[in-house]
């Protein structure tokens, strides 16, 4: 039997409609969510990532900035910068988006960020947070996979969980948030062995990898809900990492790509400016 399809696009739009309307409602009291985004360079992925995310904020009546600076600006400037943006009372989200250009490092600038306006959920504060299952920012890809297998009613607790990936922004805090849903959880990565023995024993497939067309319908058993992270660019086409005509013949649930990770990522960090706002306001 063919999967259901998970299109993030369209639950992404529903809690978009839904995050507009709560706007609406904080302006009535005062509080206003913004959300500042830095880019140093002219990467040009970059570039139409934080245009997606500053037109995905202005749609949803959200405050926002794009700080560009040039791919020669030194870290004490970007430091600067950010000290400027914590201390700043009108701004609740702070986004610096990665990668750096190389005379910049990247955990220091992670660091410089006040972990209550670290919407990116990057800071080792919110990541210590979530390890010990305290509520704070979650990372906005991991945080809108756990919302679409929600939204699906994809039960969580008790289920064998797969993650291939273990980077520190998608596959261990997917696996990490996952696992405080009480899910048993396998991190592969490139070292692994004998992948398709994993993965075969998945009853939650989530792949992370990078690398086009890496798990197919023969890597995955009858019924196991296949989550696909990957973004590949093959011959000009986007592309996950899962082949997913073979894999939907098996799968029960199965995200695409596009339409399927990619949109949750832009709206769990509306998610995370709103939050920033109301936590701020409430101190
Ligand atoms: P990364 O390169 O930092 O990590 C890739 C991980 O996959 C590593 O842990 C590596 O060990 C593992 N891996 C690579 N090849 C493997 C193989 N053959 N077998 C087993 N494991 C293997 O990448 P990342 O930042 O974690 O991103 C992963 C993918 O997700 C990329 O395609 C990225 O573009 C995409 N991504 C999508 C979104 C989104 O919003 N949709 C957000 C972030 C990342």
Redesign the pocket.
């Known amino acids: 039997m063919a999967a259901e399809v998970i299109y993030g696009k369209q639950l992404a739009e529903d809690l978009r409609l839904e995050m507009k309307e709560e706007i609406a409602e904080l302006s009535k009291e005062g509080v206003h969510p913004k959300l500042v985004v830095v880019i140093v360079g002219e990467d040009p992925a970059s570039k139409s990532y934080v245009k997606g995310k500053q037109r995905a904020s202005e749609k949803i009546g959200m405050a926002s900035d794009l700080i560009e600076l040039s791919a020669e600006t030194s870290e004490d400037e970007l430091l600067h910068i950010i000290n400027q943006l914590n201390e700043d009372k009108a701004v609740h989200g702070i986004l610096v988006q990665l990668p750096l250009p190389q005379q910049i490092d990247e955990q220091n600038v992670i660091e410089a960020i006040d972990p209550s306006k670290d919407v990116d959920g990057f800071h080792p504060i919110n990541a210590g947070r979530m390890l010990t299952g305290q509520e704070t920012f979650y990372p ?2 991991p945080f ?1 996979i756990l919302v679409m297998l929600k939204r699906a009613e994809v039960s969580i607790e008790g289920k064998h969980v797969v993650i ?4 520190n ?3 261990k805090p997917v696996g990490q948030l996952l696992l405080n849903e009480h899910a048993t959880v396998t991190h ?5 062995k004998n ?1 398709r023995e994993h993965t075969k024993r998945a009853d939650i497939l989530i792949v ?4 086009a067309g ?1 798990i197919t319908g023969e890597d995955i058993t009858e019924g196991t809900v296949v989550i696909d ?4 660019r093959v011959d000009g086409k986007l592309t996950g ?1 899962v082949d997913f005509e073979s894999a939907k013949e098996k799968a029960s649930y199965i995200t695409p790509v596009p339409k ?3 949109p ?2 832009i709206t769990m960090l509306l998610h995370n400016t709103i939050k920033a706002a109301k936590w701020i306001d409430q101190k």
């Open positions: 906005c890809t809108g291939i990936g273990r980077s922004l998608v596959g592969c990565h490139s070292r692994t992948l992370a990898a990078g690398k890496l992270v990957g973004v590949n990492d399927g990770v990619g949750m990522t």
